[in-house]
C-alpha cells in the first residue's frame, strides 16, 4: 500500500477529524479565555496587590551594558501562564460536566414506543374479536 493511500485512510477516519475539529475549536477558546484572564481578571487582581502587573515581574540578572538589553528571568510571565492554564482548565472543566450532564438527560430520556404495523394492528382485532365471542 501506498504512502498516500494510508495517509488518505488516517486522515479520513472519523475520530481523526473530530479531533482536529475539537483541537481548533479549543485553540480559539483558548484565546478567548486567556483575554478575559488579561483583560477582565488579573487587572483587579494587580489593584489587589498594590497595582502589580504580573507580566513586568522580573529579577535582573545582568544589567544592560550598552547595546547589550539586560538579561531578565521574568517570573511575572510564569505566574500570569500559571493563572491563565488555572482558569482555561477550570473553564474546560465546566464546559465538559455540562455536555456530560445533557449527554446523560439525552440518554435517560427513553425512545418512544414504535407505532405498531398494518399486521400488528389487524391481528390485535382479531384477537380481541375472538375473546368477545367467548
Known amino acids: 500500500m501506498s504512502i498516500l493511500k494510508e495517509f488518505k485512510e488516517f ?32 487587572p483587579p487582581i494587580g489593584v489587589l496587590v498594590g497595582g502589580v502587573d504580573f507580566s513586568k515581574l522580573a529579577v535582573v540578572l545582568k544589567e544592560k551594558a550598552g547595546d547589550v538589553p539586560a538579561v531578565t528571568l ?45 399486521e400488528e394492528l389487524l391481528l390485535t382485532e382479531i384477537r380481541d374479536l375472538l375473546k368477545s365471542k367467548n
Open 74 to 118: 521574568n517570573y511575572g510571565n510564569f505566574i500570569q501562564t500559571i493563572i491563565d492554564f488555572t482558569i482555561v482548565a477550570a473553564a474546560i472543566f465546566l464546559m465538559v460536566k455540562l455536555l456530560n450532564k445533557l449527554k446523560k438527560e439525552e440518554a435517560a430520556a427513553p425512545a418512544p414506543a414504535p407505532e405498531p404495523t398494518k
Open 11 to 42: 486522515a479520513v477516519k472519523g475520530n481523526v477529524v473530530d479531533m482536529s475539529v475539537g483541537i481548533i475549536i479549543g485553540a480559539a477558546f483558548g484565546k478567548i479565555v486567556s483575554s478575559v484572564v488579561a483583560d477582565v481578571i488579573m
